[in-house]
């Protein structure tokens, strides 16, 4: 309608038109801006007195260490119910909700102990899981990471089905916040959605898997064996990151499988793994293997042969001194500088003179470093 | 028809077609940009970098921080490298031959001493006069490398070279980074298993009048100074509204020089920085993007919404002129040295949009901005404006100026919130109102002297831009009389520095 009406005006009326739209747009773009900002300020601010009430309740009730404990605590949960039975519209109550549990969230990362039990029994009693819960089964997939989050944050273990379900998720933040909930709540057990993930588990949540379960019992995964012949290279690789983490010196001819891995990263993996898994037999295995191999894994090796390399390897990494690239000699010239002296390696590459000037600065800078913090 | 009439059209008709063009492509990257930011915001929400912040198993990281003739705050500069919460790093510190005691500062404060040390010269450089490291066990990671002037690209070749972590981050001395800043730049390296990420950058905010303490922002402030306060609208505007947009479609030519993080084997086999230009991050980004066409395997250059490192805009005409200048000419050294790009199918969508992007509307935008002017003068001279139609045309322009820089403020509003007291959107809103009178003009009077000195080849030279630093006003928040006295400073060292620094 407006489009009729505009072609039928001439083109300095059409310009004017627009102009005055634009400059409206502008107008109003700078009043929204501008009053947005206050009134967002305004919210924080009101957001911020509620929590600052609701975290020094929370205070009150777990550290108050006289008779009155039980009192507040359940005055508390009235106050709660007050909340809900006063007739306050959803939305407020919901969001007061979630304050108290972002409180409580906030709080769980400075408690341990005692403390930390009647956080969870707080989180408990004021149903709060409900709450969470209803996130998870929600369709947005921020909200779902918020409920999985929350339940396993407060250690809430009634809804793992349906957290253990997401570990597969489609939605990539869902999925990688289910894995790592549900080893929050069983430990090295929860790692048993490795047996069924088809995507690829990224480098970071490796990373942080691995963090979680080092400030866990010591318990030693199970199923790492099956997890190596994972269709999955990426659990192949996170199973040899764990088999390296719990010294699963029983999988070594399983690692040893993996060195042959058509994935580069694998191989590097396996290799790495040796540092801490080996027998009699790896060091030679490990010289053969550097033959067949790219650049890539052959610095990988040689990282392993620095602290596994013993006399048998001199001969063979002599051979390689002369041949190789710079950062590679360098490699070797620091494992042959533990197990010979220096003099001989630099016998060694006596007819190569430059060869010999480089091998020289490798050597004065190893063994400054060696002196430098000792 | 006569040629003067077909001229008229011509100019007239296709600078208004070229008009409608960059508004239509600003209002999509625009649009897309604010959708991916949002979703950015969303996503990383929940990741709880402290978890990892102390873990062994992070990446190992090379911080590489050239320096030259930066005596005033070079030790403060370090130490608040120092700040920075990660658990697996080293600190080069690359003193390009400064003629200052820049490095017998840095001596003196954190016990060096040099050592042997076996420099693997991948990338031609410069001769490296010695390597430092610290007696003192608290400074391990540092290690500082003296070397013989070679410029900006040259140092931080030597770095690369000298570098032993896996990933590189090349900063600007004295950035001041957030804390976490690190670990949410190795993120995405670690988060893509599909695609090898070669590199990633962050956004660069506007540093001056804000509070810093012990090498941390503690309190952001709107610049006071004007100048600077257009350039905090305008860096907010490219990183909100431009950058997203491209990093999503792995289209991003460029990574701040002043942050950005690198897979280092990468960076080395594609040749390292390239010497010759003023443009060097630029450069070495669109060479290590061919590198990776050229080898056919999966890779992208990725860009993090989140505030990361602050820097200092300058605060005098003369100093932004020059930086301006260097700008464009890096830029048209980059395009230039990769013209192969342009509209190559090959190169998919680096080859079809990122590249004709950046030449039609980062490298000649002031250019018909230019021819604009000159032919409404000669118009006008001829009585051949309808200075009706002329005057509406420019409420035009003008307005969707506007529009996009407060959008970008609004957008600034809803999801970072970096300025949270009451007047400072004002502020900002204000100097929105105030670019295009001025700045905007002379922004592009300065691109175009950048266009000139290429075209003439009568400079090739860095032209650094040197900022009085952190360090004298670490304490404190930097007072006006200071900022005058500041800006007196760095206009005198530039002039020095020009003179010496440039090849």
Redesign the interface.
């Known amino acids: 309608m407006l489009l009729l009406i505009l072609v039928r005006w001439d ?2 009326a059409q ?2 038109f ?2 005055i739209l ?2 409206g ?2 107008s109003a ?2 009043f ?3 009053f ?3 009134l ?2 305004k919210k924080e601010d009101a957001i911020l007195e509620k929590r600052d009430e609701r975290e020094s309740l929370l205070l009150t009730i777990l550290f108050e260490e006289n008779s009155e404990k039980d009192d507040l605590l359940v005055g508390f949960k009235e106050f709660n119910i007050d909340v809900k039975g006063n007739g306050l519209r959803k939305g407020k109550r919901k969001m007061l909700r979630q304050i108290m549990i972002d409180e409580i969230l906030k709080m769980k990362k400075n408690l341990s102990g005692a403390g930390l039990e009647d956080l969870y029994k707080l989180y408990e009693e004021l149903r709060l899981y409900k709450d969470s819960y209803k996130k998870l089964t929600n369709n947005h997939f ?1 909200l779902m ?2 409920g999985i ?1 929350e339940l396993s944050e407060m250690n809430h273990k009634v809804y793992y089905r349906s957290i253990y379900r997401c570990t597969n998720h489609v939605q990539e ?1 869902v999925r990688i ?1 289910a894995q790592l909930a549900i080893v929050r709540l069983f430990g090295v057990k929860g790692l048993r959605f490795l047996s069924r993930v088809t995507y ?6 490796q ?2 898997l ?2 979680l379960l ?1 400030n866990m019992k010591n318990e030693r995964p199970v199923d790492i064996e099956r997890w190596l012949d994972s269709k999955n290279d ?1 659990v192949v690789i996170f199973s040899l990151r764990l088999a390296d983490k719990y010294n699963c010196f029983e999988l070594l001819e399983k690692i040893g499988h993996c060195l042959y891995h058509p994935n580069e990263t694998v191989k590097i993996q396996a290799v790495l793994c040796l540092k801490n898994i080996y027998n009699e037999n790896t060091e030679l295995e490990l010289l053969a293997y550097y033959q067949v191999v790219s650049k890539r894994v052959q610095i990988a090796v040689l990282e392993v042969l620095k602290s596994l390399a013993t006399q048998d390897s001199v001969f063979f990494l002599y051979k390689y001194l002369v041949s190789c690239e ?2 590679i000699r ?1 490699s070797i010239v620091r494992i042959l500088n533990g197990l010979c002296e220096g003099i001989d390696i630099i016998r060694a590459v006596e007819k190569e003179p430059e060869i010999k000037e ?1 091998v020289i ?2 050597l ?2 190893i063994n ?1 470093e060696k002196l ?2 000792n | 028809m006569c040629w003067e009439l077909w001229f008229f059209y011509f100019f007239t008709y296709g600078i208004l077609i070229y008009s409608i063009m960059l508004i239509c492509i600003y209002l999509l990257i625009g649009i897309y940009s604010v959708y991916e930011n949002i979703n950015h915001m ?2 990383h ?2 990741t709880d970098y402290s ?2 912040a102390s ?1 062994s ?3 190992a990281i090379s911080i590489l921080a050239p320096a030259y003739n930066e005596s005033a705050s070079i030790v403060e500069n370090v130490r608040s490298l120092f700040s920075i919460y990660y658990n697996n790093l080293e600190l080069i510190v690359i003193n390009d031959g400064s003629k200052d005691d820049s490095l017998q500062k840095l001596i003196d404060a954190y016990h060096l001493v040099k ?4 420099v ?1 010269e ?1 990338i031609a450089t410069k001769p490296v006069r010695g390597v430092y ?1 610290s ?1 003192n ?1 608290a400074y ?1 990671k540092l290690t500082v490398v003296d070397k013989y002037n070679g410029g900006k690209a040259d140092a931080l070749n030597v770095g690369l070279n000298i570098a032993t972590k896996k990933y590189v981050t090349c900063i600007d001395v004295d950035c001041v980074l957030e804390q976490d800043a690190l670990l949410r730049m190795v ?1 995405p ?6 695609k090898h990420v070669i590199a990633a950058g962050g956004v660069i905010r506007v540093a001056n009048s804000c509070e810093v303490r012990g090498g941390k922002i503690t309190k952001v402030h709107v610049p006071k100074n004007m100048l600077a306060r257009i350039q905090t609208v305008e860096y907010i505007r490219s990183f909100l509204l431009g950058r997203m947009a491209w990093s999503k479609l792995n289209g991003l030519l460029i990574i701040s020089g002043a942050f950005g993080m690198f897979d280092k084997e990468i960076a080395i086999d594609a040749g390292g920085y390239d010497t010759k230009t003023v443009g060097e991050d630029m450069e070495l980004i669109v060479r290590m993007r061919l590198y990776m066409e050229d080898a056919k395997r999966p890779y992208a250059v990725r860009y993090i919404s989140d505030p990361l490192c602050w820097t200092e805009v300058p605060t005098s005409y003369r100093v932004l002129w020059r930086q301006r200048d260097r700008w464009m000419r890096g830029t048209v050294e980059t395009l230039w040295t990769h013209k192969k790009m342009f509209f190559n199918r090959k190169y998919g969508v680096l080859g079809l949009f990122s590249y004709p992007y950046w030449v039609f509307f980062e490298f000649l935008a002031p250019i018909v901005e230019l021819l604009g002017w000159v032919f409404l003068i000669v118009y006008a001279v001829l009585g051949m404006v309808i200075w ?2 002329y005057f ?2 420019l ?2 322009i003008v ?2 100026g ?2 996009f820089s ?2 970008s ?2 957008i600034e ?2 999801t970072f ?1 970096q ?2 007291e ?1 007047r ?3 502020k900002l ?1 204000l100097a ?1 109102l105030y670019e295009p009178v001025i700045f905007h003009l002379y922004v592009v009077a300065a691109a175009i002297r950048g266009i000139l000195k290429i075209l003439l080849k009568s400079e090739t030279g860095w032209g650094e831009m040197t900022r009085g630093g952190f360090a004298k006003k670490n304490e404190s928040v930097k007072s006006d009389e200071n900022q005058k006295l500041q800006t007196e400073t760095e206009e005198t060292a530039n002039h020095v520095k020009e003179e010496n620094h440039e090849k």
């Open positions: 083109l300095e310009l004017i627009f102009a634009f400059i747009a502008v773009i700078f929204i801006a501008y947005s900002s206050l967002m300020q921020q990471v918020m989050r933040d916040e690829t588990i990224s480098e970071w949540q990373m942080t691995l963090y080092t990426s710079l950062e360098f480089s600065q490798m004065e800078q400054n430098q913090y | 969303r996503k929400e929940f978890m990892v873990s198993v992070v990446p050592v042997p040390y076996f693997n991948r490291k007696t066990a391990k993120k390296f670690m988060s893509s298993p599909d009706k139609f509406l045309l409420i035009f307005s969707f506007y529009l407060a959008s403020i609004l509003t809803f919130r300025y949270k009451k400072d959107v004002l809103l929105v």
